[in-house]
């Protein structure tokens, strides 16, 4: 994860979706990360077809609106948004390069760590790229980490049609509220 350090001393204007001009369009992360909100109306019709369970995509949405507040940073960096190991070139055992940078975003640089994890099996142990990534781990880091692990979920069930991987994201989002109320959040 050093090379994504690098990355993350990269600071746009603004938030969010960058433009052509390395901009983002948003005046906070917060306004960026609750755009997810409006498609409520999906996530309402996938729960009506038994494809998500509505009691937790609903607590999911509001916890992040009620959250959201704590999702404020004052200077975005450079994110990626879409780290997974295929987007990864290794060299023994390093990350050497970043690839396909189509969803960059001007925002917080945990939001690649919570992408990361969500795009791994659960069993997966994150502690190393934990280690790499260098930061304080207390008590805000984990909120903020899980709240995002909340949204890119919620972000790959909106995109993605296929069944399996919107319930296997909903299960992800269970743990990350599982977590967030073990951290006095829910």
């Known amino acids: 994860m050093l090379i994504l350090g690098k990355y993350y001393q990269v600071h746009p204007q603004g938030f969010g979706d960058l433009n052509e001009k390395g901009r983002g369009r948003f005046k906070s992360w917060p306004d960026y990360l609750l755009g997810i909100l409006s498609q409520k109306k999906k996530f309402d019709g996938l729960a ?4 998500l369970d509505r009691t937790i995509i609903d607590r999911a949405c509001r916890l ?11 200077e975005p960096c450079l994110v990626h948004a879409d780290i997974w190991i295929r987007n990864l070139l290794l060299k023994n055992n390093q990350i050497t ?4 940078w189509e969803n960059a975003v001007g925002g ?4 690649d760590l919570a ?4 795009s791994q099996e659960e069993d997966f142990n994150m502690s ?4 790499g990534y260098g ?6 880091f984990w909120q903020r980490f899980h709240l995002y692990r909340i949204h890119c979920c919620l972000y790959t069930i909106n995109r993605n049609s296929e069944v399996a991987i919107r319930k296997l994201h909903q299960q992800k989002i269970q743990a990350s ?10």
């Open 48 to 51: 009506k077809r038994g494809v």
């Open 64 to 74: 992040l609106q009620e959250q959201a507040s704590l999702l404020e940073i004052r």
């Open 97 to 100: 390069g970043v690839l396909d």
């Open 108 to 111: 917080d640089s945990i939001y």
């Open 115 to 118: 992408r990361y994890s969500v």
């Open 128 to 131: 190393d790229v934990f280690k």
């Open 135 to 140: 930061a304080k781990t207390d008590k805000k």
């Open 177 to 186: 509220i599982e977590e967030l109320s073990k951290l006095e959040i829910d």
